[in-house]
């Protein structure tokens, strides 16, 4: 009897022992599935005469070369570049920090690489008639057609983020879009950089011309922009501590406009009180998040509102 309950024993030990070695397995595949995880992002290089260097795209894992149903797109058009670092690098590497972003919205991921230091010899961010602001649609055109080539659709809704010095780019992008093309679906700026362009003609007396606000529009087109806007749901989001501010950078605002900003004080910690002033006057659909104890940086938290954000558009 004693044997039957040894030999009984002896196998169910076995079992455990068994299981356990699986379970382990099983979480050793998981733990370096994390750590190995490198997203399968292109680059397409752009003829010489445009401003953007490259861009980059990710299809979404949850997607497949081919998906039955058109998938969404993220958008960021991408400002960079330093004496230690190429634009092309620091786009590439924030392509696949959005990657997951992109997989969780099961959305195309495009990132449009603009160098900084190529963009001043154009006149910076500050001159309207810049042939830079057309680039991201001709660019979305151009990965349409490439997808288009592996059967893989895209569908007309489009979202669009910047964080820092993408998202002054990005918000200048959507004045522009709303003056004379088509809004996306939603957008998520973050941190961008003291003064984001503003949906107003004016503020304390002092006209706001772009890039500053729409002081520059006709009356009927002030309209029609701000009819756009308002019918955009827009997430402002950054650090309560965040000190990133462009203000006195000639690349992103000329002279007369950096002293009507410093007027507004615009260069202290956190949001710009007169950015979340007009933004909440003139968007209704604006949602403005600010963050303690956070200063120039993205983190889970952010991250979590972003997704909440956009699934919320996307229903």
């Not at 040894?6 to 050793?28: P, Q, T």
């Not at 330093?82 to 195309?108: F, I, K, Y």
């Not at 701000?226 to 955009?232: G, I, Q, T, V, Y």
């Amino acid at each position: 009897m004693d044997s039957f309950f040894s030999a009984e024993l002896d196998k169910f030990k076995k079992y455990i022992l068994l299981i356990l070695l699986l379970v382990f397995l099983g979480v050793g595949v998981l733990i370096y599935q994390f750590f190995s995880f490198d997203p399968e992002i292109e680059k397409v290089s752009l003829p010489e005469d445009y401003q953007a260097e490259n861009y980059y795209f990710y299809l979404p894992e949850n997607g497949n070369d081919s998906p039955a149903d058109a998938q969404a797109l993220l958008l960021q058009p991408f400002i960079g570049g330093d004496e230690e670092n190429s634009a092309a690098a620091e786009a590439e590497q924030n392509a696949r920090a959005l990657s997951g972003l992109a997989d969780d919205l099961d959305a195309v991921l495009l990132v449009i690489t603009f160098d900084i230091a190529q963009l001043a010899e154009e006149g910076g961010l500050t001159e309207k008639e810049a042939a830079h602001w057309q680039e991201p649609g001709l660019i979305y055109q151009d990965l349409q057609e490439r997808l288009a080539d592996r059967d893989y659709q895209l569908a007309d809704n489009l979202y669009l983020f910047g964080f820092g010095s993408s998202a002054l780019y990005a918000s200048r992008w959507l004045a522009l879009q709303a003056e004379s093309g088509e809004l996306p679906e939603a957008a998520a700026l973050g941190a961008p950089g003291g003064w984001p362009m503003v949906p107003a003609a004016s503020y304390q007396d002092r006209e706001l011309d772009f890039p500053l606000g729409l002081a520059d529009l006709s009356a009927e087109a002030l309209a029609e922009s701000r009819e756009k806007l308002e019918n955009l749901p827009l997430l402002l989001f950054g650090g309560a501590e965040d000190e990133f501010c462009l203000r006195d950078d000639s690349r992103y605002f000329q002279a007369d406009h950096q002293e009507i900003l410093a007027e507004f004080a615009v260069c202290q910690p956190g949001l710009a009180a007169p950015v979340v002033e007009l933004y909440q006057e003139h968007l209704p659909l604006v949602e403005i998040k600010e963050y303690q104890d956070v200063d120039h940086r993205l983190n889970l938290e952010m991250y979590d509102d972003l997704l909440e954000f956009f699934t919320g558009i996307t229903g």
